[in-house]
């Protein structure tokens, strides 16, 4: 059992960034709750109350926020993530992980959808722009996806590939050689 997912238990990870993401989260609640696997939603603080008071069943586990050694367990325990596209897809490739991915529609250069995208390409990630998104619409994909497990592995093969591990040591093995020239 990791964070309170039992092992055999297929789980879906809901979360938007440090302040969540209201679109996502009406979205998960439509169409999570009552859902035939574990969701495991982290909503940030702003909408947790409001979501907290919808009496939601015990395998929808809403938490306002995780501690980064709490995320990574999170992380460990999902089958599925949805999410923004911000930096956390990093977090996701490295976990191997497929996702559906709703970029946020003001994100700075737009830097949300061409991480989206970059997942996406590589086969790792459905992408679901902001306006577009529905607890229906959601629902729909995350179903499907669930019910093809070849193409759920597929996809998280496919993200541990854009995975880069040993990037902080590559990028300073670069600089000390330059720095040395």
């Given at each position: 059992?990791?964070?309170?997912?039992?092992?055999?238990?297929?789980?879906?990870?809901?979360?938007?960034?440090?302040?969540?993401?209201?679109?996502?989260?009406?979205?998960?609640?439509?169409?999570?709750?009552?859902?035939?696997?574990?969701?495991?939603?982290?909503?940030?603080?702003?909408?947790?109350?409001?979501?907290?008071?919808?009496?939601?069943?015990?395998?929808?586990?809403?938490?306002?926020?995780?501690?980064?050694?709490?995320?990574?367990?999170?992380?460990?325990?999902?089958?599925?993530?949805?999410?923004?596209?911000?930096?956390?897809?990093?977090?996701?490739?490295?976990?191997?992980?497929?996702?559906?991915?709703?970029?946020?529609?003001?994100?700075?250069?737009?830097?949300?959808?061409?991480?989206?995208?970059?997942?996406?390409?590589?086969?790792?990630?459905?992408?679901?722009?902001?306006?577009?998104?529905?607890?229906?619409?959601?629902?729909?994909?995350?179903?499907?996806?669930?019910?093809?497990?070849?193409r759920l592995e597929a996809m998280g093969s496919a993200s541990a590939g854009l995975a880069r591990p040993r990037?902080?040591?590559?990028?300073?093995?670069?600089?000390?050689?330059?720095?040395?020239?």
């Open positions: 059992m990791r964070m309170g997912v039992p092992a055999q238990a297929t789980c879906v990870l809901v979360f938007g960034g440090s302040l969540g993401a209201r679109s996502i989260n009406m979205a998960a609640v439509e169409a999570f709750a009552g859902a035939p696997f574990h969701v495991l939603h982290v909503s940030g603080r702003r909408d947790h109350a409001e979501l907290a008071a919808r009496g939601l069943p015990a395998d929808y586990d809403l938490r306002a926020y995780l501690p980064l050694a709490d995320f990574t367990d999170a992380l460990g325990a999902a089958d599925l993530v949805v999410a923004r596209s911000g930096g956390s897809v990093f977090e996701i490739a490295a976990h191997g992980l497929p996702a559906v991915l709703i970029p946020y529609p003001h994100a700075a250069a737009d830097h949300q959808s061409t991480n989206a995208r970059w997942m996406a390409d590589a086969g790792a990630a459905l992408v679901i722009a902001d306006s577009e998104l529905s607890g229906a619409r959601l629902g729909g994909e995350v179903a499907a996806l669930l019910a093809d497990r070849r990037a902080a040591g590559e990028i300073a093995a670069e600089l000390l050689e330059a720095g040395s020239s």
